[in-house]
């Protein structure tokens, strides 16, 4: 049970492999022996080579023993290919000598010697099998030695020499097929893990080229505010600035310090999705409360360009389990890039629509709609700096960052330009799947 488990587990390296091949081809060399020894004995062949025979088939019993029992692989092989060889010397004055079968075995023990073992034992078996062969050859022709001639007529040697070369074609192709396979099941799977670590080195470089994006960017981004905010505390400190530039650059810091807050929020954010380190928690969560929320955190923001946030909820509670941190991000987004990039003094609406198939908030905007080929581009994650319709600062990571949040709590997120003229980024959840889940 144990030998069928090795030979059906999938090889990791040479060795295995090497391990693999060895356990075939003992399997078919004890076949081998057995099945000769039975068409010896029906061609009438000396009685005392088949008491060889099964001595020999004995004391390879007994090696094998070693290989599987022991697991003494390199000991048992090195001995088994002595005893192959030792037989084929005997085979070889018991099957007519350099015209019986015996070259066809030699022939097969070179190959063996090839696929089982490694550098410098390989080279010495095969040197030692062809040697030994030759030098029996050589003897033979030349009268040195006398072999018997155990077959009786040219059939019976058509016979044998027919089974001896089968078996040795058979011992060929499974090996050379098993090589093969195994090489091209290796071969593909190691392309395979060539194409998911250059597909990893991609990502992480990708992901390296977005840090450093974003550290160049908001080294950028916090020069300004700091320089000025220090600037204005070493003029006050001089006495150096009135009370109405005072104000006017509080205002300023302000409205900055704002931009900047959503920046670094938005940052964190990324670094912990990008870490696996953002827990996720799913929970009751009434969507009218958490909708009226988000406004109440937005409207300070949206005050600072005279805007007004409008929210459209159901007339009454509705609760659903809710991822509600990673909820109230994307909506801050999305509100966030609608303060952004509309004009001082408009409305924005953050509406929230219920069914029982789905739950969905839209922020919509009055405008001209997002050119064609942007849109398609409006997710994705990359940096790159943006301004607002009054100069507002931005990196770009907010609307990738709501994509890959939305992916792993479930919820999708896009974009619409509505008949009435409203641009709308929405987020939505199936509630018929998330149920069925």
Known sequence: ?????????????????QLKITIIFIGLTFFSLFFFGIVDFLMGVNLGFLKIRVIFIALFTGTAFLFFKHKLYFLASNLMMFLVLAFLLINFFFSDGYQGPTIFNFYLFFMVSGLFFKRPYDLIWHLSSVGLYFTLFYLDISGYISVNKTYQNLNQLFFDNSLTIFMTSLFVFIGVRFVIHNYQKQNSDLLKLQRENEKNLKELKQINEKKNQLIALLSHDLKSPVSSLATTLEMMDLEMISQEDFERIIKRLKKQSVNLSHVLSNTLSWVLTEMGEQEIEARPVDVC??????????????????????????????????EEKEIKIILRNFLDNAIKFSAPGSSIFLEILVTEES????????????PKEKEGHLFDFSVKSSVGTQKEKGTGLGLGLCKRIATRIGFEVGYEYSVDGFNIFYLEKNLVSDSKN
């Open 289 to 322: 409360r958490l909708t009226k929320d988000i406004v109440e955190l937005m409207e300070s923001q949206a005050h600072l360009k005279n805007q007004r946030i409008e929210k459209v909820t159901p007339s009454k509670e509705v609760i659903l389990t809710l």
């Open 1 to 17: 049970m144990r030998i069928l488990e090795e030979i059906k587990k999938k090889p990791a390296n040479l060795e295995e492999l």
């Open 359 to 370: 739950c969905r908030w839209n922020v919509k905007t009055s405008g001209a709609r997002i």
